[in-house]
């Protein structure tokens, strides 16, 4: 069972949509009004969330010490770009800049390191994009690609490892697979494919400092449904949904995933009588037997918790603690939440 925290928003704005989560319960996000947009950092231990970014900025990783990556637009304004930024404390932001040739660029995680992973290209939040690792040493470089001709990089561990997802050569289709990525691997093979659970695309979305990688990958040839997965380091092990394929809902996506392999994302429940399909959070955990089990996270709340809709789960540490994009139903607000589970509260450990 999980407390859940309102973790509210800016001042100023109406809403706030996580991405990120350290072990010391810290938060990095954005917050929002109509098109405006701020990135934000909740401290957990103030309970408090403050502007990170400023005006049209966007938080989507956080590190150990509270660094926040994510984008910004920059001077000059004569025609506005936004470039992948890193924000600390509310009291500086870095323009990380973008790839050569390219106009565009975010930034999606950060590790203990201070090594940045994220993206740039033509346009913003665009497919036809390269992904790089950007550092106070190297700059921002490009990673490469599994043989086609864009990938973009989501996450970083403290080691070094990339995923994201990539191009496939293709003359006919478009094919699209996950990746890991070695910065530190001697030799030319960088870049390994972590395949599909079947079909053509597959998307790693979250690593851990095992190098599992969690995403979502279509599971058959001409269908479009995707499921969850976790790569082991061997194979690419398929989820599940709590959905039904008879109904339309049999999808899930893995956003998050710890060093003790629990994952979190989001997942659609079936249609009853005169419910729609949901899109809910969900926590996957293997259990004593062995095997995994996805759990609807609106399950496992009390108190405070049930007057929310938890709808996904972006990221969890490896306290246990969840954050999570939720509607207020008593406001219709969408919110910022994080879930902590029953027991000791969080050591800070690595």
Known sequence: MYTLEDLGTIKGMEASQPAALNNLGHVAGTAYK?????????????????????TNSRGFGINYTGMIVGDSFFPPAMEPKSHAALFKGGEFVVDLGVLKGQAFSRANGINAMGQVVGYSGLTRDGDDSHAF??????????????????????????????TGASDLPSMSTKITHAFIYCSQCMGSVRMRDLGVLGGNSSYGMAINNSNHVAGYST??????RVHAFLHDGNKMIDLGSLG?????????????VNNLDQVV???????LADMPIQQVGFVWHKGANGKGQMINLNKLLYGEGKNYLVFSATAINDNGQIVAGAYDMRTGRARAVLLTPEGPAP???R
């Open 34 to 54: 109509g098109q405006e947009t701020c990135a934000f950092h909740y401290d957990y231990s103030k309970k408090f969330m403050q502007d990170a970014g400023g």
């Open 265 to 271: 994302g989001y997942t659609y429940l079936a249609a």
């Open 219 to 224: 599971i058959k040839p001409n269908d479009n």
């Open 347 to 349: 050591t800070g450990s």
């Open 133 to 162: 690792m950007w550092s106070n040493q190297t700059g921002m470089i490009d990673i490469g690609t599994l043989g086609g001709a864009y990938a973009q990089a989501n996450a970083i561990n403290d080691a070094g490892a990339i």
């Open 244 to 256: 039904s394929k008879r109904w339309g809902s049999d999808e899930s996506a893995a956003l998050g």
